[in-house]
C-alpha cells in the first residue's frame, strides 16, 4: 500500500512554488495542468485548485472554515536539520522551531501557503 495526499489549493503556482523550493519537491515536465504531483523520494502530494471542485464536494466546506483543520501532515526525512536550515534559507514562517521531543524524534512545523499544517521530523 503506498499513500498519496491530494491538496486542494487556492493558487497552484504559490503551491508549486512552495514545495519545490523550500521543501525540495520535484515539479513534473508538464506543469499546465489543473493537477501537479509533486514528488519527493515515496512522498507524493497532488495540488489540485480548490476552485475547480463542484459546489456539493464535502471538501469545500462552508465559508471561513480553514483549510486542513484537523489535519496534521507529518514528513519522516532522512536530515531534518538539513531541511530546517533549507526552510528559515528561505525566510519562511517557522510554527514551531526545530526541537527535541520527549519521544526521541526532532521536528519542525510550518503552515504551507494554504494552511496545511506540516510536522517535519526525522
Given at each position: 500500500?503506498?499513500?498519496?495526499?491530494?491538496?486542494?489549493?487556492?493558487?497552484?503556482?504559490?503551491?508549486?512554488?512552495?514545495?519545490?523550493?523550500?521543501?525540495?519537491?520535484?515539479?513534473?515536465?508538464?506543469?499546465n495542468?489543473?493537477?501537479?504531483?509533486?514528488?519527493?523520494?515515496?512522498?507524493?502530494?497532488?495540488?489540485?485548485?480548490?476552485?475547480?471542485?463542484?459546489?456539493?464536494?464535502?471538501?469545500?466546506g462552508?465559508?471561513?472554515?480553514?483549510?486542513?483543520?484537523?489535519?496534521?501532515?507529518?514528513l519522516?526525512?532522512?536530515?531534518?536539520?538539513?531541511?530546517?536550515?533549507?526552510?528559515?534559507?528561505?525566510?519562511?514562517?517557522?510554527?514551531?522551531?526545530?526541537?527535541?521531543?520527549?519521544?526521541?524524534?526532532?521536528?519542525?512545523?510550518?503552515?504551507?501557503?494554504?494552511?496545511?499544517?506540516?510536522?517535519?521530523?526525522?
Amino acid at each position: 500500500m503506498k499513500l498519496r495526499i491530494e491538496l486542494f489549493v487556492e493558487n497552484l503556482d504559490r503551491s508549486m512554488k512552495f514545495y519545490s523550493d523550500v521543501l525540495g519537491f520535484s515539479l513534473p515536465n508538464d506543469t499546465n495542468s489543473s493537477y501537479i504531483p509533486v514528488r519527493k523520494g515515496n512522498v507524493v502530494l497532488g495540488l489540485a485548485e480548490m476552485k475547480k471542485l463542484p459546489k456539493s464536494h464535502p471538501l469545500k466546506g462552508s465559508d471561513g472554515q480553514q483549510i486542513g483543520l484537523g489535519v496534521e501532515i507529518v514528513l519522516v526525512v532522512e536530515d531534518v536539520r538539513a531541511i530546517y536550515n533549507k526552510v528559515v534559507s528561505e525566510d519562511y514562517p517557522i510554527q514551531a522551531e526545530l526541537t527535541k521531543r520527549p519521544w526521541g524524534l526532532e521536528d519542525f512545523r510550518i503552515v504551507d501557503p494554504d494552511g496545511y499544517y506540516l510536522r517535519v521530523t526525522s
